[in-house]
């Protein structure tokens, strides 16, 4: 079973930017980002295929968000600029993730405990 380790999380200011990373196991075809705010439902942001292959973003946070796969790591990245009190939440990563080709259509088998990302205004 894929194990996932994520980091980078913390406390930043508005406008601000952050850097996760999350380090597997072993590799895997596909990997995503998740998040979820207090009293809100859990939202993709992010996924990407290994090997430099295709990522795909939530419309919401294009513009402001990078994801990339380091293969030779294991690790996938998701950079966040221009943070904004309302990106608060705990962030997931995910492995072992298929129909990529769409965040919105992404499913994933194996989840991070979560990391906590509080925005500051």
């Known amino acids: 079973l894929v194990q996932l380790q994520e980091s980078g999380g913390g406390s930043v200011q508005a406008g601000g930017s952050l850097k996760l990373s999350c380090r597997t196991s072993e590799s895997t075809y596909c990997m995503a980002w998740y998040r979820q705010a207090s009293g809100r439902q859990p939202e993709g942001v992010a996924a990407a295929y290994k090997g430099g292959g295709d990522t795909t973003y939530a419309n919401s946070l294009k513009g402001r968000v990078t994801i990339s796969y380091r293969d030779k790591e294991n690790t996938l990245d998701l950079q966040i600029s221009s943070l904004e009190p309302e990106d608060t939440a705990m962030y997931y990563c995910?492995?072992?993730?298929?129909?990529?080709?769409?965040?919105?259509?992404?499913?994933?088998?194996?989840w991070g405990q979560g990391i906590q990302v509080t925005v500051s205004s």
């Open positions: 995910a492995a072992d993730c298929w129909q990529c080709q769409s965040i919105y259509s992404a499913s994933c088998e194996v």
